[in-house]
């Protein structure tokens, strides 16, 4: 299974992004073969629509999870229409690197 993790950079030592549409980079870790794929966020300068592009983006990477501080309404209804399951983790601090355990412990 695929899980995209926003992320404030592009490594695993930096922090979790809270906002979903506008974080710098999204990390795509495949939790059977352990392959990490960093993306840097191509909309997060969109005036307007930044949320929905990126969540297009992600699910053309075949996530079945995302995790990320926050998501919009709009973004909200196409992850649920596209059956993808949002995880909203309130801990800024937390690393890529740690989520990443926390979701091979599952």
Do not use: W
């Amino acid at each position: 299974m695929k899980v995209a993790i926003t992320s404030t950079g592009n490594s695993l030592e930096s922090k979790l992004d809270s906002h979903f549409g506008r974080c710098l980079y999204f990390v795509v870790y495949d939790t059977e073969s352990h392959a990490i794929e960093l993306i840097p966020n191509p909309y997060k300068e969109n005036i307007e629509g930044a949320g929905l592009a990126s969540a297009q983006l992600i699910a053309s990477r075949g996530a079945e999870k995302v995790v990320s501080g926050e998501f919009g309404t709009k973004v909200k209804s196409l992850f649920d229409s596209l059956k993808i399951k949002l995880i909203i983790l309130k801990d800024p601090d937390k690393t890529i690197n740690s989520i990443i355990e926390l979701i091979n412990r599952k």
